[in-house]
């Protein structure tokens, strides 16, 4: 049973900032949201301090010139009461690892020391690793840490599908594709080294992703976990082998395990068709809609629907959900734009139920309700980063508006 949850922003408690109306959220039984944060920033992803402070990358927006926002609840009431942006590194990926805060632009990922309960890092930032190549398209360095003292560093593809003329009709895909040696895949660095550079100390951990902004190491199974972009323009490309409707559902967004290091996952060879739940020969690598792929690349865990836009996947080891969410995996969908003529979808946070051997092969939609209306442009809120509480609680980030939810579980409410 689903029902309605109010978002309630404690608007006495914070005199100087202006609460916008924020949607409802549709959350399972006994779950509640509130808003931890409600201001105009352009949220990415979330990390959160083992002291309980909440830091969240975001986006340039004009006159501002501080891209972290570091926020802190001074007086436990679930609300952020304490907000500071620091530092010129903007983009998407923010985490910590053995108590240092790390981040990403489009070229570089960085740490900050802190001294004691400083909120914002008095340390300049450190250089771990850079070198990565800035694009335009596809150029987030979303990351994630295992248990071994490794980081993983997603790079995008500049690209849609490696053709011979970029997102030209009928165009060749290019044959071997040189992408790869750069591109597309996972790269593998010590997670505390400094001053690291792609080409001379990276390892081509897993390849053949188009772009991964959804990665998370799973403890329970030692394994990384990623979600991949799929592609865009079948019937634009391809006309004469697809329709828009074929562009607008049948190129999955994927869940993937990587099982090996130097896994291979298809990209650009190939595109996983969810309604047919086989693995396809891409159209600039001789494919018609009806091949399947000819190498036996990994199928994923789960085909999510096209355009749904991964950007975020978390596995829960917290204590305040019920039991049933344990080690499973929550994914932030940020929406589509690009599932025309069909209704525009995503704009969510999935949940895929998960266990120390294997992930689950369904999902369910844990928190609806974001969208506001059908139109993918504007769209009220678009979720985009997920954190969970040193409580167990579950935070999530906005795109638009710069909202940050708290989702919590009342035992009272219903399991």
């Known amino acids: 049973m689903i029902k309605i949850v109010k978002i309630i922003a404690a608007l006495c408690l914070l005199p100087s900032m202006a609460f916008a109306q924020a949607p409802n959220l549709i959350l399972p039984d006994g779950f509640e949201a509130s808003l931890f944060l409600d201001e105009s920033y352009a949220g990415r992803h979330l990390a959160v301090r083992n002291n309980g402070d909440v830091y969240m990358s975001t986006r340039p927006r004009e006159n501002s010139g501080n891209y972290i926002i570091a926020m802190r609840d001074t007086n436990g009431d679930g609300v952020a009461d304490q907000i500071e942006s620091f530092s010129t590194i903007n983009g998407t990926g923010i985490e910590f690892y053995n108590g240092m805060l790390y981040a990403s632009d489009n070229t570089t990922v960085y740490r900050f020391h802190f001294e004691g309960n400083e909120l914002v890092p008095s340390a300049e930032p450190e250089v771990v690793v850079s070198g990565f190549i800035m694009e335009q398209q596809h150029a987030d360095k979303a990351f994630t840490f295992d248990n071994r003292g490794n980081i993983y560093i997603g790079v995008g593809a500049p690209s849609n599908a490696c053709m011979a003329e970029q997102r030209t009709p009928g165009s060749a895909g290019m044959q071997p594709c040189p992408l790869l040696e750069r591109y597309a895949g996972i790269w593998r660095f010590d997670a505390i080294k400094l001053g690291q550079d792609q080409r001379r100390d990276g390892e081509l951990y897993a390849t053949g992703i188009r772009n991964v902004v959804a990665l998370d190491w799973n403890s329970s199974q030692d394994a990384l976990f990623f979600l991949q972009h799929g592609r865009d323009q079948l019937d634009i490309m391809f006309p004469e082998f697809y329709g828009p409707r074929d562009n607008a559902l049948r190129t999955a967004e994927e869940f993937l395990k990587v099982e090996e290091a130097g896994q291979v996952f298809g990209w650009p060879y190939t595109y996983y068709d969810v309604l047919r739940d086989e693995r396809m020969q891409n159209p600039e690598y001789g494919g018609n809609g009806q091949n399947i792929a000819r190498n036996q690349y990994p199928d994923p865990v789960i085909g999510f629907p096209g355009h749904w836009a991964p950007n975020e996947v978390l596995f829960y080891t917290g ?27 995503g704009y969510n946070v999935t949940f895929v139920p998960g266990g120390s051997e294997s992930m689950g092969t369904t999902y369910k939609t844990f928190a609806d309700g974001f969208r506001g209306d059908t139109n993918g442009f504007t769209a009220d809120t678009r979720p985009v980063g997920l954190a969970q509480g040193i409580d167990g609680s579950l935070y999530i980030s906005d795109s638009i508006d710069g909202k940050i939810w708290k989702i919590t579980f009342d035992n009272s409410l219903g399991q």
């Not at 204590?319 to 979808?345: C, L, T």
């Open 319 to 345: 204590g305040m959900f019920p039991e049933s969410y344990k080690e499973g995996a929550f994914i932030a969908f940020h929406g589509s734009w690009n599932r025309a003529p069909v209704v525009q979808d």
